[in-house]
């Protein structure tokens, strides 16, 4: 993420929301990763501390989410202190990177762990589909335009390109025009995460 602030001189929104999507990847691939850390007996001996299956779900889901909005906050210290931007950086515009740095990453988090072991068994298939899905989530809205009839399969994935739409031709952020975008992004990371538990709670061991 902070080689992309390297490139000069830095187009605000095009670069942080670049930045973004990297972050999202990145939280997805940690997300694979993160929830299959402890081994058996030391997840048995978590659930009876959380005394809920469901509680100690959300708890990991949250933790990493947590470690998520750590790198956004750095992600986004990095690229105000940066300068070489096209055009004066605003407040709304660093109140906005941090806001946009912190859904991907959280809807990146609850994304990745659908394709844990637990969920696909097939390693390569299940990294394959991860690198596969989180490119055509970002390039989404591009796909959809070459290829029509494929909005009625891809428009289940996370709707990272709303970002992409609306700022990536503009010079700067607006808190009013984020407003639908992050209400979106904050619906289906909570329908998302309430799949991912109803299906893991059904695979428990």
Known sequence: MVVTYTLRPIDITGTFIFSSCLLFFVMAWMGYTYFDAEQN???????????????????????????????SLFSTIIGVTCGGFLYPLT???IVSILIIHIVFSNIGVVF??????????????????IFLLVII?????????????????IWILPPINMFTEIFLHLHHFS???????????????????????????????
Request: no cysteine; proline share 2%.
């Open 41 to 71: 007996t030391s997840e048995e001996i978590l659930i009876l501390k959380s005394k809920s299956y469901t509680q100690y779900l959300l708890s990991k889901i949250f933790m990493l989410q947590f470690f998520g909005v750590l790198l």
């Open 91 to 93: 407040i709304v515009d």
């Open 112 to 129: 990745g762990m659908f394709f844990q072991p637990r969920i696909i068994s097939n390693t390569k298939t299940s990294r394959l589909l």
């Open 137 to 153: 989530s970002i390039f989404k809205e591009q796909i959809i335009k070459e290829v029509a009839f494929l909005k009625f399969v």
């Open 175 to 205: 808190l009013i025009k984020l407003l639908m975008p992050i209400i979106t992004m904050i619906i289906y990371t909570v329908f998302e995460a309430t799949i991912l538990v109803t299906i893991m709670k059904k695979r428990l061991y």
